[in-house]
């Protein structure tokens, strides 16, 4: 459920999102949606609903594993890692990212004295 | 098909895991808290706000609902559309025999009922749609009542005549069974394909068998100047082409009306 001062996360970003957090380490569907909120100042909401489908889609396209492994509760949990087909697509999406940020920001830079 | 089943359940049992594991450690987290049990699992769903709406969109995002598979399914299918009956009534023939000791009762009925039940809406729901078709659906539906019906004079006439002989041993009279049932399934399967075929070459208004067959196209030739058969009713209500493809009706409107309007010389 949303809380006061959370957003979505933004459509298409989430492949993107998820990568970077799995590239850091191996971890489980939960702990990658407490990882989301977490760096994001819990600004970033990752809905279960949106999270798990995209763990799938992202296994079916090679750019993670998953395996079966003990959680911290001695419960049996699916870890996800990145792949290097996996890495490199987020090397990808990185500069995308980075050029669609620097082209938003222009445009705003540009229109600064319109307000 | 079955492949298909699989795809389907896989990631619908995959993310029914992921979110039972990740309810089960937000409640442990607040167990961690010092909350009990129940308020734990209170909070831990208030959270997690309607697992019922979460399940049904990662479903969707992964086409995993039941109408996916449903799609799916008929998608795989490259049998002619009056084979589903025949198939639905073969399964439901076994299923009866499983439980209803009167074999000969259970399979007199069994095929056509399947057939009716599967053609007769379809037939409706056609007629509902072009009002002015009502005669071809009323001889459609009319037409397979009336093949149900030889079907099972079939069928009495096929018992009839495994009942007639003191057989010598009971495997016999069980080999002489099945080749009736074997030869009742072909003559349903032969009664149902001359009523599709039938049926298909009527007039939509009239129900009146079409004439004058035309032929254009190559015979050889299945995409570019396809052959194609051209067939009229003899009472102007319309044409209909057939290629290897697909059978389309063309109707004339009230053509015939206005050449006999009152006062037109």
């Known amino acids: ?115 | 098909m079955i492949k298909h089943l699989i795809e389907w359940t896989g990631p619908r049992r995959r993310v029914l895991e992921e979110l039972r594991f990740h309810a089960e450690l937000l409640e442990q987290e607040f167990l961690a808290l010092g909350c009990d049990r129940k308020a734990a699992r209170d909070l831990a769903n208030r959270r997690l706000g309607s697992t019922r709406k979460s399940r049904q969109q990662a479903y969707r995002e992964l086409s995993a609902t039941p109408r996916d598979l449903l799609i799916g399914l008929s998608e795989q299918r490259t049998g002619p559309g009056w084979l589903t009956p025949i198939v639905l009534g073969i399964c439901s023939l076994f299923l009866q025999l499983l439980f209803v000791p009167d074999v000969a009762m259970v399979v007199s009925w069994t095929i056509w009922a399947a057939a009716l039940c599967c053609l007769i809406p379809i037939e409706v729901a056609r007629w509902s749609r072009k009002l002015n078709h009502w005669r071809y659906h009323l001889y459609s539906v009319t037409t397979l009542l009336g093949a149900a019906l030889l079907g099972n004079a079939g069928w009495m006439a096929l018992i009839a005549i495994w009942r007639l002989p003191p057989w010598p041993t009971q495997g016999c009279s069980v080999v002489v069974f099945c080749a009736d049932i074997i030869v009742y399934l072909l003559g349903c399967c032969l009664l149902l394909r001359v009523w599709s075929v039938n049926r298909t070459g009527r007039c939509r208004r009239c129900a009146c068998p079409l004439r004058l067959p035309d032929e254009s196209g190559r015979s050889g030739s299945l995409l570019i100047h396809a052959a194609t058969r051209s067939s009229i009713c003899i009472h102007g209500h319309g044409t209909l082409t057939r290629d290897y493809w697909h059978s389309a009706w063309h109707g004339c409107g009230a053509f015939w009306d206005e050449l006999f309007k009152p006062g037109r010389a």
């Open chain 1, 1 to 115: 459920m949303k809380r006061r001062g959370q957003v979505d996360v933004l459509q298409g970003t989430m492949d993107f999102l998820v990568l970077r957090i799995l590239a850091r380490e191996k971890l489980h569907g939960y702990s990658i949606a407490r990882k989301l909120a977490e760096l994001s100042a819990s600004a970033l909401q990752a809905e279960e609903g949106t999270l798990y489908p995209c763990l799938y889609r992202m296994e079916r396209q090679g750019w993670i594993n998953s395996e079966i492994g003990q959680s911290e509760n001695n419960r049996k949990a699916r870890y996800y890692s990145i792949t290097p087909a996996g890495r490199a697509h987020l090397r990808r999406e990185q500069t995308k990212w980075d050029s669609f940020v620097k082209a938003v920001t222009t445009v705003i830079a540009g229109t600064e004295g319109d307000k």
